[in-house]
């Protein structure tokens, strides 16, 4: 059974930063593409960053030039590193793998708990 295990959410002054973090746990799989989506109140979930198990990442308009993506496929590890938050970025913030489970033909999409993130106006 594959898990992804979010962490690093918490409360940060506009301005401020955050890393999160996002282990895939599990036996026997291998991951694709991963990526940070997040929700606010009363609105969708939306995308916020995503990267190829290659390193190739693509960022929402609202979050190019602060957040930076990353991986580290030894650890099946995710990251969203967030930098002059504000509080527009308040909202739960979910890891997204697709993942491949052993004898498994294709990749399914594998969601976090989510972790909540707070900046405060």
């Known amino acids: 059974q594959v898990q992804l295990v979010e962490s690093g959410g918490g409360l940060v002054q506009p301005g401020g930063s955050l890393r999160l973090s996002c282990v895939a746990t599990g036996s026997a799989f291998s991951i694709n593409a991963m990526g940070w989506y997040r929700q606010a109140p009363g609105k969708q979930r939306e995308l916020v960053a995503g990267?190829?198990?290659?390193?190739?990442?693509n960022y929402a308009d609202s979050a190019k030039g602060r957040f930076t993506i990353s991986r580290d496929n030894a650890k099946n590890t995710v990251y969203l590193q967030m930098n002059s938050l504000n509080p527009s970025d308040t909202a739960v913030y979910y890891c997204?793998?697709?993942?491949?489970?052993?004898?498994?033909?294709?990749?399914?999409?594998?969601w976090g708990q989510g972790t909540q993130v707070t900046v405060p106006s």
């Open positions: 990267i190829t198990n290659d390193g190739r990442t």
């Open positions: 997204n793998g697709q993942i491949r489970t052993s004898g498994s033909m294709r990749a399914l999409s594998y």
